[in-house]
């Protein structure tokens, strides 16, 4: 029995010396990160008041919410943006003051603005915008992703913001 279990092994073991190897597919290219880390106006409150004209709330927040941007360089006529989008509220239109220029209401295939996203252009390595929400009830948490858009060989890395309302 032992004989028979040694001459198995040392068939087997022969079998897979013997076999060509196949060659091993290169790993994939990893996709260099774009990051968006919060420099300010993570965790903000604000008082909600009744939206003129509509059946929503509308709050108003002091601070910017403000992303720094990490990552490799853009080429020359790719500049660096991000989008900011609203989970379960939408922004109204608030003056964006320091960021008037690079800040535009993100747009759908058609053109038509989007309620809940603002495409702001990253100036000096930051972006941000100015809030003010408008939502279906009182008081609430809602979250605020900010989204670096990635070039080609770039894979964006979000962040969330967290804003209450009373």
Aim: hydrophobic content about 40%; glycine content about 8%; aromatic content about 6%.
């Amino acid at each position: 029995m032992r004989l028979v279990l040694v001459a198995s092994s040392l068939a087997l073991l022969a079998a897979t010396h013997a076999a060509p190897r196949a060659k091993q597919p290169h790993p994939a290219r990893s996709l260099a990160p774009v990051r968006a880390v919060i420099v300010s106006g993570d965790r903000q409150t604000a008082h909600s008041y009744v939206a003129p004209g509509t059946a929503a709330y509308q709050a108003e927040f002091a601070k910017p919410l403000v992303v720094r941007i990490a990552g490799p360089g853009t080429p020359k006529g790719h500049p660096r943006h991000v989008v900011f989008t609203c989970e379960h509220c939408i922004f109204a239109i608030a003056e964006q003051h320091d960021f008037a220029d690079s800040t535009d209401r993100a747009k759908d295939e058609n053109g038509k603005d989007i309620p809940g996203a603002y495409d702001t252009r990253v100036d000096h390595g930051v972006a941000g915008i100015y809030v003010l929400l408008q939502a279906p009830v009182v008081a609430g948490t809602y979250r605020v992703r900010a989204d670096p858009v990635p070039n080609a060989g770039e894979k964006g890395v979000a962040t969330w913001f967290t804003l209450t309302t009373r």
